[in-house]
């Protein structure tokens, strides 16, 4: 079959803009695959996974926006008394959009002996002891300074929140890259004196064997008789509900990515089939000559695998390189989902591209097969 590349090459190249018009289709089906499949994984990436099942979020009760929750940060000492709890965050939350963005500012206060815990963190520039000794630094996550130019040294102001920047980190987990970590009580203070003492969440690491779902109901029924009630569930769980709205536009958005191959594939059965009803008496030909039909009809399946890889790749390196560099992300409520790519996305894109070429081609090369010889030699 390789001896005959040549041939199979001249055939895609002999209407250029044909064939460069088809290329670019499947390069902007492909394209728009990935970016909903990158969505999709980011989603699944925040709500599935042994930190979204292994940790607790304690949230106010009937509450939604980080802004109305509003908990006793003594809170925390009682949790931490609790059996089966390794230990507990408390965290106010301050975000400059509670509805959906897709420039979502999302600050995260905390102790910051806690933050330097979090083994999903590792900074890139700055240094932990600039973040601890001042209270008004923070810690930038790589693509929220991406998005907003932001680097070591430079301050940065979100409403009434006003910080010094002494850090970009990266993480293991994609969306913490789309967060900004300061000080809790720097953060408590720039919301208002009545916010002193008060936080919006505690995030409670379960130790292992210990049932989450059991040690939730734990922690809400003792927390019962406080000032405020408390609603309790696993950290995935609690994302997938704050973002419910943003997860059913995301499930609906999945269909956009197979109507896209769906596109490429009536696009590039069409353009195969104009080819090969261009080239009927020269597919005559080949067969006079001894290349068998089975053979001729290869040519064509390869004819069209080849425009769509090519097309497919092209569309998939153009998203994985603006996923990479864009640092894109949507979120509402304090809730982010990153999109990120992968190498799992990559071989998806290539696997579709292979795929639609193949069933293009079917129906194209098919009807070469069965071509009757003489009435298409006298066409």
């Not at 940060?73 to 230990?87: E, F, H, S």
Request: aromatic letters at 8%; proline letters at 3%; hydrophobic letters at 50%.
């Amino acid at each position: 079959m390789f001896r005959f590349a040549p041939y199979i090459w001249k055939g895609m190249i002999r209407h250029r803009a044909r064939t460069a018009m088809t290329i670019a289709g499947a390069a902007v089906g492909v394209f728009v695959f990935c970016c909903v499949g990158a969505v999709q994984q980011g989603l699944n990436r925040l709500t599935q996974g042994v930190a979204a099942n292994q940790s607790l979020i304690v949230f106010q009760e009937n509450r939604f926006c980080p802004t109305t929750s509003r908990l006793p940060q003594d809170y925390a000492t009682t949790i931490a008394k609790l059996d089966g709890v390794v230990g507990v965050v408390p965290m106010q939350v301050y975000t400059n959009n509670c509805r959906a963005s897709l420039d979502i500012i999302v600050f995260n206060g905390a102790p910051p002996t806690d933050i330097r815990k979090f083994d999903t963190l590792r900074l890139i520039e700055g240094g932990w002891e600039s973040f601890e000794s001042r209270s008004d630094a923070a810690i930038v996550g790589i693509h929220v300074a991406r998005r907003r130019g932001l680097s070591v040294g430079q301050s940065f102001t979100i409403g009434e929140v006003t910080v010094q920047i002494v850090g970009i980190f990266e993480s293991t987990v994609a969306n913490e890259e789309n967060l900004i970590y300061t000080h809790l009580d720097f953060l408590q203070r720039a919301a208002g004196s009545a916010n002193v003492g008060v936080c919006t969440l505690f995030e409670v690491l379960v130790r292992e064997g210990v049932d989450p779902d059991r040690l939730a109901t734990t922690i809400d029924s003792t927390l019962h008789s406080g000032p405020i009630a408390t609603t309790t569930r696993r950290k995935g769980a609690f994302q997938a509900s704050t973002l419910a709205d943003l997860v059913d536009l995301i499930e609906f958005a999945h269909w956009l990515g197979y109507a896209s191959v769906g596109l490429v594939l009536s696009l590039l059965a069409t353009t195969t089939l104009m080819a090969t009803q261009d080239r009927i008496k020269e597919h005559a030909v080949l067969q006079v000559l001894g290349v068998r039909p089975t053979r001729v009809a290869r040519f064509v399946i390869a004819e069209s695998l080849m425009i769509c890889l090519v097309g497919g790749t092209i569309g998939m390196l153009i998203a994985l390189t603006a996923l990479a560099w864009g640092g894109f992300a949507i979120g509402a409520e304090g809730a982010t989902i990153a999109f990120e790519p992968s190498w799992s996305l990559a071989v998806s894109g290539l696997a579709v591209s292979l795929l639609v070429g193949l069933l293009a081609g079917l129906v194209p090369a098919l009807k070469v097969a069965t071509a009757d010889l003489v009435p298409s030699l006298n066409q």
